[in-house]
């Protein structure tokens, strides 16, 4: 063969098994729902153009093959037949042997042995029986372009034919038996000239590649090779900056430099997203995978997939192929039960299998999860003790989560027969090794009768993420955005009194929630930088739990391009990875769950409980409510729910003005109303007192601000707390006992609206913002 | 084993240490590092090699020497090694030289320690001693080490 045709043929390997792969996707879809046209006609086009290709390039078999599958198709097309699971498996059956013949073509550039009669036979069989069972149908299978305009339109709107010229020529062609092309026809009958057909022809083509062209295919070698030239050219560009900026001398120089850098920055990115994949393109070969083991076992299984856009580098997608298809395996095989048996537990016969990709903490978190019957610990544990993996001394001491694990361990098989699909003997432990190769992690979630979830963590390698760059200690460190939720920035006086502790451990009340507090500088070791004027917390939250990381300083957002930590240091639970920063250093991304962990088993109590232990103690903290105690009047004590609480701030007496008749103050660049809540709860008002200083309560609502001016700001408690009403006065809720004194709850929404009746615009509105969780 | 073989040396205090030549990817002058909080202090830091990330060893810490003197920049050998390049940090970077097995001998016996298993051997050169280095211990046991650390 020569070189034409040698490239000619590479080419149409490569399409005809992306198309494949999409092809058995579209086939599932189309079982689903039989009345797809979209979907239909795109199996269509896919088939006929193998079999248009080979037919050309002289592949008889797979010729013959893909015709009687053509042949099926049309008449799906075309509304003679419906889908049902036969003709499904027929054609799924189809698009295989076309996989093995093409991977024949491959490796040998020869059909192989095989002759697939019966395949042949069977579509052949379909074709006849859905012909016959509808008689009355038209025979339409001409195939002309399934899709966009066809050249008769294009020559109309193009000026070139008449509409009716077109219309006899049709007729021609459909009722007349004229096997001509329409634009041969119209040509013979003087309707228009040859050259416009051909104009028509080829603006028709056009139309039908331009996907195709924005897209082109690349070696992964050569963007290999692309990234270590980046990689160099950083390193060069960072000396240059550097010389630029000794010198200080020709600003055209400095200029230049400073193109040079934005320029290799932004090629750096680009080339690195070039490696970068949706998850997805793993998982479409899924729910092929899925209905066929389902079909094979009996059961009932539907797939559900989240996250399919979740990128991750080429390689790994590579990698994680394996692994994730025998994980599904393994759910559709032992977990998901036969159809009886699910109902006879009460589930719904269909089983799911559900996938799930999202990034957290800087890893890629693919979550494989069946409502199926789960694992029996039971089994597992005496399974393992038949097989010497474990002895009785150890089984006895096992918690059911180590038990699960067990199966883990090389030579662990549970299905009762060794079955056609899974449970061969190389199991969940090659699965585990494989994962591990690529610097992942797999856990277990078992649900003895509900079902298991197989988590599997995946480093990025290459992945680029958005991440916070802080400074701790002098070095800069990443936090990968997924974990972050917000920054909370205290200065001066705040900065003393807000991180309060309890029993020793440092906490922040953010908006009326306990926030533990971790010190950065502590969990690392590093010496603290004194005479700070504010402090940094870093909201974080770590397997859903939030907390706050204390910092030095923020210093901006970036995209990070996460790299693996050397082996050297893989052991290191506070590091997801580093990275290289925009300077040309090196940075560590923080491992927020690693951090969170660390920081619970040393706490500052010096009790080395267990993380599980702690984090429900932390919980038990967050499910009171926070209140904030005030004085009102000269002896009054009212509380209001901190979570609808914006900000407590402090205004000079002097600094009220007026405005319509009500107090204002200029508060962050706009004017604020004022509420006194004393005299509005029939205290003595506010401005009756004399301190120089007021204490105003700031409430936001739907971009604007209120400030409810109390006499003084006593306390933030922790409460949960039983309101009673010994006398419903307005703008109250109830009384309750806090810190051992008769407290005022007052109706927050009910004391603005009193006083500024616009302030909230709709009724659901004021109750979202007033209310109180517990009462 | 009688063919004579290239040794870079290099200078570590008042020792000169040897790493077969076939091992070591480069030799670059001192690079900015970024320290490893937590880590032991057998890892001296991250090194951005040309967009790649390179875990530079700490040998003086390896070896159990105390630290150069202030102010003083470690250069980095760069050795080829299975999980990816690590570096070496060394006072000075020597020569390059030939050494024949007939001048090599086993490590004395009253070397104890972690030097005990970190050095090959020793190859008597008439104006000093090369101490060969065992390249793969030197960085295998640096995670045995952490995962204790």
């Known amino acids: 063969m020569d070189e034409g045709m040698d490239e000619l043929l590479a080419e149409f390997l490569v399409e005809s098994f992306e198309n494949l792969d999409q092809l058995d996707q579209d086939l599932i879809t189309l079982e689903q729902s039989p009345d797809d046209l979209g979907v239909l006609q795109s199996i269509f086009r896919t088939i006929h153009t193998i079999k248009g290709t080979c037919g050309f390039l002289g592949f008889s078999k797979l010729e013959r093959i893909s015709h009687v599958g053509e042949s099926l198709l049309s008449l799906l097309r075309d509304g003679v037949a419906t889908v049902d699971q036969e003709i499904a498996s027929a054609l799924l059956a189809m698009t295989t042997a076309v996989r093995a013949i093409l991977v024949a073509i491959e490796n040998t550039t020869g059909e192989g042995d095989f002759e697939y009669l019966d395949l042949v036979g069977e579509l052949t069989r379909l074709e006849e029986r859905a012909r016959n069972a509808d008689v009355g149908a038209e025979d339409l299978s001409d195939v002309e372009t399934p899709d966009g305009a066809r050249v008769g339109e294009l020559l109309v709107l193009g000026g070139a034919a008449s509409e009716v010229d077109v219309a006899i020529g049709l007729i021609q062609q459909q009722d007349g038996g004229d096997e001509r092309r329409i634009g041969e026809i119209l040509t013979e009958a003087s309707a228009t000239s040859a050259d416009k057909v051909a104009e028509a022809v080829a603006l028709q083509g056009d139309a039908k590649s331009a996907v195709a062209d924005s897209t082109i295919r690349v070696d992964v070698g050569l963007l290999d090779e692309l990234m270590t030239l980046v990689g160099e050219l950083v390193l060069a560009r960072n000396q240059i900056l550097q010389l630029a900026g000794d010198t200080q001398g020709d600003p055209v120089f400095v200029q230049t430099t400073q193109r040079l850098n934005v320029i290799t920055t932004e090629l750096q990115v680009g080339v690195m997203k070039t490696r970068m994949q949706p998850v997805g393109n793993v998982w479409n070969k899924f729910p092929r995978v899925v209905r066929d083991l389902a079909t094979q076992c009996g059961k009932q299984v539907r797939i559900e997939m989240d996250g399919k856009d979740t990128e991750l580098d080429k390689t790994i997608i590579e990698a994680i192929k394996d692994p994730l298809t025998h994980l599904i395996r393994n759910s559709i095989d032992h977990g998901i039960e036969m159809p009886d048996v699910r109902k006879a537990c009460g589930k719904p016969e269909n089983g799911t299998v559900f996938l799930r990709a999202y990034h957290e903490g800087g890893q890629v978190n693919i979550e494989i999860s069946d409502d199926g019957a789960g694992i029996d610990v039971a089994r597992v544990k005496s399974l393992a003790l038949g097989r010497g993996l474990i002895t009785t001394e150890q089984a006895d001491k096992m918690s059911d989560r180590e038990v699960v694990n067990l199966i883990f361990l090389a030579g662990f098989s549970t299905a009762e027969q060794v079955s056609k699909i899974s449970g061969r003997g190389v199991g969940m432990d090659v699965v585990r090794t494989n994962i591990e190769r690529i610097g992942g992690q797999i856990e277990l979630q078992n649900r003895p009768r509900a079902g298991t979830t197989v988590k599997v963590k995946i480093p990025l390698t290459l992945a680029i993420i958005p991440a916070l760059v802080v400074t701790c200690g002098g070095e800069k460190f990443a936090i990968p955005q997924v974990s972050l939720l917000e920054l909370v920035g205290l200065d001066g006086d705040a900065r003393r009194n807000s991180i309060e502790n309890v029993h020793g451990v440092p906490v922040y009340r953010l908006r009326g929630n306990i926030l533990p507090i971790v010190n950065l500088h502590e969990q690392l070791s590093i010496e603290a930088s004194t005479d700070r004027h504010s402090v940094t917390i870093v909201v974080l939250r770590a397997d859903d739990h939030e907390f706050g990381l204390i910092v030095d300083e923020v210093n901006d957002t970036e995209e990070i391009v996460v790299k693996p930590l050397a082996t050297q240091l893989k052991n290191m639970n506070s590091y997801s990875g580093c990275t290289i920063m925009g300077d040309g250093k090196v940075a560590l991304i923080l491992d927020v769950t690693g951090i969170a962990q660390r920081s619970r088993v040393l706490s500052a109590t010096g009790e080395h409980s267990n993380s599980t232990n702690d984090t429900e103690s932390v919980d038990a903290v967050i499910e009171k409510e926070s209140l904030l105690v005030l004085q009102v009047g000269s002896n009054g004590r009212a509380a209001l729910p901190l979570a609808v609480v914006d900000r407590l701030e402090e205004f000079q007496r002097s600094s009220i003005e007026h405005a319509a008749g009500r107090e204002v103050v200029q508060y962050r660049g706009s004017i604020m109303p004022l509420v006194d809540v004393c005299g509005a709860l029939g205290y003595s008002s506010v401005y009756e007192s004399e301190s120089d200083q007021v204490q105003v309560v700031v409430f936001s609502h739907g971009g604007r601000m209120v400030g409810l001016v109390v006499e003084r700001i006593i306390d933030i408690v922790q409460e949960t707390f039983a309101s009673e009403t010994v006398d419903s006065r307005f703008g109250m809720i109830g009384n309750t006992v806090l810190q051992g004194l008769v407290t005022d709850l007052v109706d927050v929404h009910e004391v603005i609206r009193s006083m500024i009746p616009e302030f909230f615009t709709t009724q659901t509105d004021s109750i979202e913002t007033g209310r109180y969780s517990h009462v | ?149």
């Open chain 2, 1 to 149: 084993m009688s063919e004579p073989r290239q040794f870079c040396t290099m200078h570590l205090g008042e020792h000169l240490f040897g790493v077969a030549v076939m091992r070591i990817q480069e030799v670059i002058s001192y690079q900015e590092m970024t320290v490893v909080p937590l880590a032991p202090r057998v890892i001296g830091g991250l090194i951005n090699l040309r967009g790649q990330i390179v875990t530079a060893i700490d040998l003086r810490a390896r070896l159990g020497m105390p630290p150069q003197e202030k102010g003083a920049l470690p250069m980095n050998v760069v050795v080829q090694a299975p999980g990816g390049a690590v570096s070496l940090l060394v006072d000075q970077i020597g020569d390059v030289v030939d050494v024949d097995e007939e001048i090599f001998e086993n490590p004395p016996e009253t070397l104890t320690g972690v030097a005990r298993e970190l050095i090959r051997g020793v190859y008597k050169f008439e104006e000093s001693l090369l101490l060969e280095l065992d390249i793969d211990k030197t960085i295998e046991i640096v995670a045995a080490e952490l995962a204790n650390a």
